[in-house]
């Protein structure tokens, strides 16, 4: 049996080495076989990941774990590089369509940018290098194929000179990754390379004296990004987050609660509240802003009705396919629970006469039924109804069926260095912890609490949990920013149609109880109970005459069935919206007539004239009156372009742009 006591020292006869150290022994003993029963071994705090350059090497902060043995272990800040995701080289053959497009199977990728090619001028005008997209003609190798724009699979080339004819492609393809970063027990990070895809998923990782530090999503798009992943870490089963959250086996503690058997004065969220008299168990959350006792075994049920008709308007072109629409979502049923009733020419349809359809779910206890086919189609159109029967949950229909809204804010701030701490004020406020904000870095969403986080109103303090519902007005980003970076915020609010009339009525209900609890306490004294009803009915008054109000202004706003149209905004806005978006292209050498006609077109209508051709790098911009004048037909609203003599060059193309506002 190990000895597992300390020695007693007796420093009389002088001190020994070997005694003190045995003692130091059991002591560290015990302490790192303590740490092992309490929290076990696992990582302890720390290992955030960063990334700031840009250049696939990805930092690590400095972090504390416990090994196996038991030992507390430090390790500092390192460095991991990781490498540009792989691409291949793919050669496709594509016939030109009649508009001069070519559709690719991939998004060309440029291994020079790290990132997906983009050209599409003005906007996007670096034009693509030819040795990572080469467009040439298959019979005819030494002709290239001039590239006009590329947006996605898609590139456009002069639709009069190829049209027809059968490309050639050459082009570099590149997916996403996903790398596991892990920590051995030797102090070293290692890396386990994840396979190139456009959906790429953990792999299985062999965790012999090695722990998760956490996961790097690469993704290829204009840039290459990568997105961070730390759920799955090797956490020990007993430890604390930056919030001092408690956490056992990765799962939240939270205090243990109790059954109250009597209602309790002042509840807390989730207390549970037995109600012996009508058998049920309550609990006190939060619904619709508004905490209250909610029944959780309550299975009552009652029944309800949706009715849907088909009339010669609306029928079905075989006579017998009835599907709901899409936006019906009321009418669904559930299969195979006679819960479909169908009349014609008010005679009832028998079940065998008809089959239901079904839109299958994740599971068969999912999927819901859209509709019917009749076994044979009608002979003519004419009346078909259908009976759908619902059972709902035993409550008023105002909770069951509550229609909701959503009010969708957005802006943007440009970053600069003034803003050193990287906060943002919102114009509008937002409720903590409940996913109403969304944030936007050029373009590129960020991922919440790893890129951006959410603050208090105070604008410095991180929310937590206890925060949920609060308002605020700011945000911070984490990720790194650089002047001049856009970064845009959308706020998302779900309004409950009526809840603010269903709160009147509540607080109604509630005055009304006080003023009976009021009556009952205090029936000897006449002139207390007098002075507590009339206080009690100017409550009701008050609230009833704020209903009034309310109910009178209702037709003052659109219902959310309605619909706006063109003919309910003002001539100015209309003049702003855009209209169409029209390209045309043809030969620098072609004569003034149909093919360099372009249609539809006014001296209101934006122009951009462009002109590509071998002897230049990009597609360059020509000026009206200097490189061309546009002579314009007013009776058939047409125009031509006539170039100037110096830029008649065969093999050159004219890319004429036509953008045109108001409706």
Same mark, same amino acid.
């Given at each position: 049996?190990? &000895?597992?006591?300390?020695?007693?020292?007796?420093?009389?006869?002088?001190?020994?080495?070997?005694?003190?150290?045995?003692?130091?022994?059991?002591?560290?003993?015990?302490?790192?076989?303590?740490?092992?029963?309490?929290?076990?071994?696992?990582?302890?705090?720390?290992?955030?990941?960063?990334?700031?350059?840009?250049?696939?090497?990805?930092?690590?902060?400095?972090?504390?774990?416990?090994?196996?043995?038991?030992?507390?272990?430090?390790?500092?800040?390192?460095?991991?590089?990781?490498? +540009?995701?792989?691409? !291949?080289?793919?050669?496709? !053959?594509?016939?030109?369509?009649?508009?001069?497009?070519?559709?690719?199977?991939?998004?060309?990728?440029?291994?020079?940018?790290?990132?997906?090619?983009?050209?599409?001028?003005?906007?996007?005008?670096?034009?693509?290098?030819?040795?990572?997209?080469?467009?040439?003609?298959?019979?005819?190798?030494?002709?290239?194929?001039?590239?006009?724009?590329?947006?996605?699979?898609?590139?456009?080339?002069?639709?009069?000179? %190829?049209?027809?004819?059968?490309?050639?492609?050459?082009?570099?393809?590149?997916?996403?990754?996903?790398?596991?970063?892990?920590?051995?027990?030797?102090?070293?990070?290692?890396? !386990?390379?994840?396979?190139?895809?456009?959906?790429?998923?953990?792999?299985?990782?062999?965790?012999?004296?090695?722990?998760?530090?956490?996961?790097?999503?690469?993704?290829?798009?204009?840039?290459?990004?990568?997105?961070?992943? @730390?759920?799955?870490?090797?956490?020990?089963?007993?430890?604390?987050?930056?919030?001092?959250?408690?956490?056992?086996?990765?799962? =939240?503690?939270?205090?243990?609660?109790?059954?109250?058997?009597?209602?309790?004065?002042?509840?807390?969220?989730?207390?549970?509240?037995?109600?012996?008299?009508?058998?049920?168990?309550?609990?006190?959350?939060?619904?619709?802003?508004?905490?209250?006792?909610?029944?959780?075994?309550?299975?009552?049920?009652?029944?309800?009705?949706?009715?849907?008709?088909?009339? +010669?308007?609306?029928?079905?072109?075989?006579?017998?396919?009835?599907?709901?629409?899409?936006?019906?979502?009321?009418?669904?049923?559930?299969?195979?629970?006679?819960?479909?009733?169908?009349?014609?020419?008010?005679?009832?349809?028998?079940?065998?006469?008809?089959?239901?359809?079904?839109?299958?779910?994740?599971?068969?206890?999912?999927?819901?039924?859209?509709?019917?086919?009749?076994?044979?189609?009608?002979?003519?159109? @004419? =009346?078909?109804?259908?009976?759908?029967?619902?059972?709902?949950?035993? +409550?008023?229909?105002?909770?069951?069926?509550?229609?909701?809204?959503?009010?969708? *804010?957005?802006?943007?701030?440009?970053?600069?260095?003034?803003?050193?701490?990287?906060?943002?004020?919102?114009?509008? !406020? *937002?409720?903590?912890?409940?996913?109403?904000?969304?944030?936007?870095?050029?373009?590129?969403?960020?991922?919440?609490?790893?890129? %951006?986080?959410?603050?208090?109103?105070?604008?410095?303090?991180?929310?937590?949990?206890?925060?949920?519902?609060?308002?605020?007005?700011?945000?911070?980003?984490?990720?790194?920013?650089?002047?001049?970076?856009?970064?845009?915020?959308?706020?998302?609010?779900?309004?409950?149609?009526?809840?603010?009339?269903?709160?009147?009525?509540?607080?109604?209900?509630?005055?009304?109880?006080? +003023?009976?609890?009021?009556?009952?306490?205090?029936?000897?004294?006449?002139?207390?109970? &007098?002075?507590?009803?009339?206080?009690?009915?100017?409550?009701?008054?008050?609230?009833?005459?704020?209903?009034?109000?309310?109910?009178? @202004?209702?037709?003052?706003?659109?219902?959310?069935?309605?619909?706006?149209?063109?003919?309910?905004?003002?001539?100015?806005?209309?003049?702003?919206?855009?209209?169409?978006?029209?390209?045309?292209?043809?030969?620098?050498?072609?004569?003034?007539?149909?093919?360099?006609?372009?249609?539809?077109?006014?001296?209101?209508?934006?122009?951009?004239?462009?002109?590509?051709?071998?002897?230049?790098?990009?597609?360059?911009?020509?000026?009206?009156?200097?490189? *061309?004048?546009?002579? *314009?037909?007013?009776?058939?609203?047409?125009?031509?372009?006539?170039?100037?003599?110096?830029?008649?060059?065969?093999?050159?193309?004219?890319? =004429?742009?036509?953008?045109?506002?108001?409706?």
């Amino acid at each position: 049996m190990k &000895e597992n006591k300390l020695k007693t020292l007796d420093f009389r006869e002088g001190i020994r080495a070997s005694d003190v150290n045995y003692n130091f022994d059991i002591i560290r003993g015990w302490v790192e076989r303590e740490r092992l029963r309490t929290s076990g071994w696992g990582i302890v705090e720390g290992f955030d990941f960063s990334y700031p350059n840009n250049d696939f090497v990805i930092h690590i902060g400095e972090g504390t774990y416990i090994n196996k043995n038991g030992e507390e272990q430090f390790v500092d800040t390192a460095s991991i590089s990781c490498g +540009a995701p792989k691409y !291949e080289t793919i050669t496709e !053959e594509v016939i030109v369509s009649d508009d001069g497009r070519i559709r690719l199977k991939y998004v060309p990728y440029s291994p020079s940018r790290y990132g997906l090619i983009e050209y599409f001028p003005p906007s996007e005008n670096v034009k693509p290098l030819t040795s990572e997209l080469s467009v040439i003609d298959r019979d005819a190798p030494s002709m290239k194929m001039p590239i006009i724009t590329v947006v996605g699979n898609m590139i456009t080339v002069s639709a009069p000179d %190829f049209a027809g004819k059968t490309a050639k492609i050459t082009y570099r393809y590149c997916d996403d990754r996903i790398d596991a970063i892990l920590l051995g027990e030797n102090g070293l990070y290692y890396r !386990e390379i994840g396979i190139n895809s456009t959906s790429p998923s953990k792999t299985d990782l062999d965790l012999t004296n090695k722990y998760i530090i956490g996961f790097a999503h690469w993704i290829v798009g204009k840039t290459i990004t990568v997105e961070f992943i @730390t759920e799955g870490r090797t956490y020990r089963p007993v430890y604390t987050d930056s919030n001092n959250i408690l956490y056992l086996n990765g799962e =939240v503690y939270k205090k243990p609660k109790f059954i109250y058997f009597t209602e309790p004065e002042e509840p807390q969220p989730d207390d549970m509240w037995y109600d012996r008299d009508n058998n049920l168990l309550m609990a006190w959350e939060l619904s619709g802003g508004v905490y209250g006792w909610r029944v959780v075994n309550d299975f009552t049920s009652t029944p309800l009705r949706e009715v849907k008709i088909w009339t +010669a308007n609306n029928f079905p072109s075989d006579g017998m396919t009835f599907k709901f629409r899409d936006d019906e979502t009321n009418l669904r049923f559930i299969p195979g629970t006679h819960a479909l009733d169908i009349i014609i020419d008010q005679q009832i349809v028998m079940e065998d006469q008809f089959s239901e359809l079904v839109m299958p779910g994740a599971q068969p206890y999912l999927s819901s039924g859209i509709g019917f086919k009749l076994n044979a189609p009608l002979d003519r159109s @004419t =009346v078909v109804q259908a009976i759908i029967h619902h059972s709902v949950k035993n +409550a008023p229909l105002r909770n069951v069926f509550q229609r909701a809204a959503i009010f969708v *804010y957005e802006n943007f701030q440009v970053y600069s260095t003034s803003n050193p701490n990287k906060i943002f004020h919102t114009n509008l !406020e *937002y409720a903590l912890l409940d996913d109403q904000i969304e944030v936007f870095v050029n373009g590129e969403r960020l991922n919440k609490n790893t890129d %951006f986080v959410e603050l208090r109103d105070d604008g410095t303090t991180l929310a937590s949990n206890g925060d949920e519902n609060k308002m605020s007005h700011y945000f911070k980003v984490v990720k790194t920013l650089s002047p001049g970076d856009k970064v845009t915020y959308k706020l998302s609010r779900h309004v409950w149609s009526y809840d603010q009339l269903n709160t009147f009525v509540d607080e109604i209900k509630k005055t009304a109880e006080d +003023a009976l609890a009021l009556a009952n306490q205090d029936k000897k004294d006449i002139q207390t109970l &007098e002075a507590n009803i009339s206080t009690q009915l100017g409550n009701l008054h008050t609230k009833i005459s704020s209903i009034e109000q309310t109910l009178q @202004t209702l037709n003052q706003y659109r219902k959310k069935t309605d619909k706006i149209t063109i003919a309910d905004l003002n001539a100015d806005v209309k003049q702003k919206i855009y209209n169409n978006f029209q390209m045309y292209s043809f030969s620098a050498t072609a004569p003034v007539g149909d093919s360099t006609k372009i249609q539809n077109v006014t001296q209101k209508d934006c122009i951009f004239v462009s002109y590509v051709s071998e002897g230049f790098c990009s597609q360059l911009t020509l000026g009206q009156n200097a490189d *061309y004048i546009i002579s *314009y037909n007013a009776a058939d609203k047409t125009a031509h372009i006539l170039l100037n003599a110096e830029l008649q060059a065969s093999g050159a193309v004219v890319i =004429v742009n036509v953008i045109r506002f108001g409706i």
